[in-house]
């Protein structure tokens, strides 16, 4: 894979800055797309839907790349729900209270598709996080900040919030946003076919 194939369909700033680290210069086409999931979807599904979603939207509105490799993800916060990013303070409220003292689940689902061509893969990766208690008003000063209202389950884990997290299972750029190993992995094998 030549790194200067690899289109990006988000604006994520740490998925970007994910790649950099890596080596890779991205060429960043992010894609609006509607996100309403199925009823009944399963978490592991939704996120795989929404990225293979995204991918397919920006291999659509961008013909001209044809032959270069799109990458779109999705993460999602899960404990008892699917927590995307809250719209408010209520809902950062309530993610931040439901995940307080437990272990809650981040889930970033991959979708790599060579733009015009029929390889494509998706995949899901899944890391345990372990938070620690908090008070009421450490949640309440928390929430109060710009930090929970574009992440994923109200949190960014390299934020303020991390002091928060005793510990992850799993791959900490997962939690990030983008589980770069995994998706090592799968860009060799979908390469190697």
Known sequence: MNKDQLI???QSPRRIEILQAHGHDPVVLPVDVDETLPEGIAVEDAVMYLSLKKALACEAAHPEHA???ILAADTMVYKDEIMGKPANVEEARHM???IRGTVHQV??????????ETKRRSFVDITDVHCRSYTGQELELYIR????YDKAGGYAIQGTFGQYIDHIEGDYENVVGLPY???RKELDRMMAL
């Open 145 to 148: 900040t710009p930090e929970p």
């Open 96 to 98: 931040i209270t439901a």
């Open 181 to 183: 190993p995994r998706l």
């Open 8 to 10: 990006l369909a988000s």
């Open 107 to 116: 889930l970033t689902g991959v979708t790599i598709l060579v733009a015009g």
């Open 67 to 69: 032959g270069k490799i």
